[in-house]
């Protein structure tokens, strides 16, 4: 059974840093491609971050200044570090896993980002 767990969400102030963590199980992790989505309120869910089982990362424009994805196969986890935080990055951010592709196939439940300006 595939399981994915995001922790590390909360109220920040903008400018704020976080690190978003997501522990995955049921999956050869080290083969697997991770990434993270969001999902801000009234909007579509949208594209984040991915990174291979290489350490290959991909970000969408908006935040790849700001948000660095990494991953730690010894842990099976998977992070998600977001610097100089704002207001518009109020979301709830998904961890999801394409396996040996990219695109998505399994999903967390969720963690609330909640920026205050």
């Known amino acids: 059974q595939v399981q994915l767990v995001e922790s590390g969400g909360g109220l920040v102030q903008a400018g704020g840093s976080l690190r978003l963590s997501c522990a995955a199980s049921?999956?050869?992790?080290?083969?697997?491609?991770m990434g993270w989505y969001r999902q801000a309120p009234g909007k579509q869910r949208e594209f984040v971050a991915t990174?291979?089982?290489?350490?290959?990362?991909n970000y969408a424009d908006s935040v790849k200044d700001r948000f660095t994805i990494s991953r730690d196969n010894a842990k099976n986890t998977v992070y998600l570090q977001i610097n100089s935080l704002k207001p518009e990055d109020t979301a709830v951010y998904y961890c999801?896993?394409?396996?040996?592709?990219?695109?998505?196939?399994?999903w967390g439940q969720g963690t609330q980002v909640t920026v205050s300006s």
């Open positions: 990174i291979t089982s290489g350490g290959n990362a």
């Open positions: 049921g999956i050869m992790f080290r083969i697997a491609v």
């Open positions: 999801f896993t394409g396996l040996n592709g990219m695109i998505p196939r399994y």
